[in-house]
């Protein structure tokens, strides 16, 4: 019964940590003056709003340059340049891309790596609103020197405040919630008992999204 019990709490603190994140989501909005920062960086993902946003952005001056990270491999860059709306010139000029992430922590990398390169001690960040929490803790993680202001794309279908009802959202918020409680976990454990430990975490939840891909 006491084991019953705890399992019934547990849920309950889940659920309702679950709503409370799907209201931070739906009230991160982009600021229409983000404040200027040295860089700009876009985490590629299922939406191209992201790398449209990020080039507004540069345009309006609002970094030096652009970092688009995650991109496919297979992807060129003047193929790129074609689906993507604003300055041919900025483009060539003042546009990276990054092609070896291959998940958020990934992405957090490379971030990291050429704000470093750059000099950059303030970063613009470009991702989806559900996915910005998370993006964050990441990049946090990896460069913990760096002052970071988001700027998330609004993702239509979760503005809608019973995204619950429908199987897409409550998907989509469900598998982004347990991510960020599993970075989150990482992190304690990393703090708790040093890298090895959070490693095992990042594995365990790795190999976890693989079998969901794979089913």
């Known amino acids: 019964m006491k084991f019953l019990a705890a399992l019934a709490i547990a849920a309950l603190v889940w659920l309702v940590g679950l709503f409370a994140f799907a209201e931070r989501v739906r009230g991160l909005t982009p600021a229409d003056e983000p404040d200027r920062a040295d860089g700009i960086v876009a985490l590629t993902g299922p939406s ?15 970094g030096d340059r652009l970092l688009i990270s995650g991109v496919n491999r297979q992807v060129r860059r003047q193929e790129l340049r074609e689906v993507t709306p604003g300055s041919r010139r900025l483009f060539n000029c003042c546009v990276d891309l990054g092609f070896e992430a291959e998940n958020t922590r990934g992405n957090a990398q490379e971030i990291a790596r050429w704000a470093r390169a750059r000099g950059y001690d303030r970063l613009i960040v470009v991702t989806s609103d559900y996915h910005m929490p998370r993006s964050l803790v990441e990049i946090r993680t990896e460069a913990p020197e760096i002052t970071l202001i988001p700027h998330a794309v609004t993702t239509p279908s979760l503005d809608d ?15 982004e919630y347990t991510k960020y409680l599993a970075v989150l976990f990482r992190e304690l454990v990393r703090r708790v008992s040093g890298d090895e430990g959070a490693q095992a975490v990042q594995d365990a939840a790795e190999a976890a999204e693989d079998a969901r891909k794979a089913a």
């Open 161 to 175: 405040s019973r995204w619950w009802r429908a199987t897409v959202t409550a998907r989509r918020m469900t598998l």
């Open 48 to 62: 191209p709003e992201r790398v449209n946003a990020s080039m507004r952005l540069l345009e309006q001056g609002k």
